[in-house]
């Protein structure tokens, strides 16, 4: 089993920031790539960044200039890096892993963590 923990999230005022992490753990080979997701209420679930193994990382534009993805592949861990919070970054904040769970025969799958609640206050 792989198991997606997240930590970070809070209440902020605008203009602050926060640092979100997320730990993969379980059964993995490797992991491809990591992102993080967001849903605010009413709306649907929308990418943030991604990042690959390899340290290419993409991210929306409503967060370019702002947040910032990183890893640590040692430790299966991928960050957020939140400045400059707007109200509307407020939501629950979603980690996503692409894991290769087995070799042979080869078996990749994504999985979720279980969100963590960013709030800005204006």
């Known amino acids: 089993q792989v198991q997606l923990v997240e930590s970070g999230g809070g209440l902020v005022q605008a203009g602050g920031s926060l640092r979100l992490s997320c730990t993969v753990s379980?059964?993995?080979?490797?992991?491809?790539?990591m992102g993080w997701y967001r849903q605010a209420p009413g709306k649907q679930r929308e990418l943030v960044a991604t990042?690959?193994?390899?340290?290419?990382?993409n991210s929306a534009d409503s967060v370019k200039g702002r947040f910032t993805i990183s890893a640590d592949n040692a430790k299966n861990t991928v960050y957020l890096q939140m400045n400059a919070l707007k109200p509307e970054d407020t939501a629950v904040y979603y980690c996503?892993?692409?894991?290769?769970?087995?070799?042979?025969?080869?078996?990749?799958?994504?999985?979720w963590g279980q969100g963590t609640q960013v709030t800005v206050s204006s």
């Open positions: 996503n892993a692409d894991v290769v769970v087995r070799r042979l025969p080869y078996r990749r799958e994504g999985y």
């Open positions: 990042i690959t193994s390899g340290g290419y990382t």
């Open positions: 379980g059964t993995i080979f490797s992991i491809p790539a």
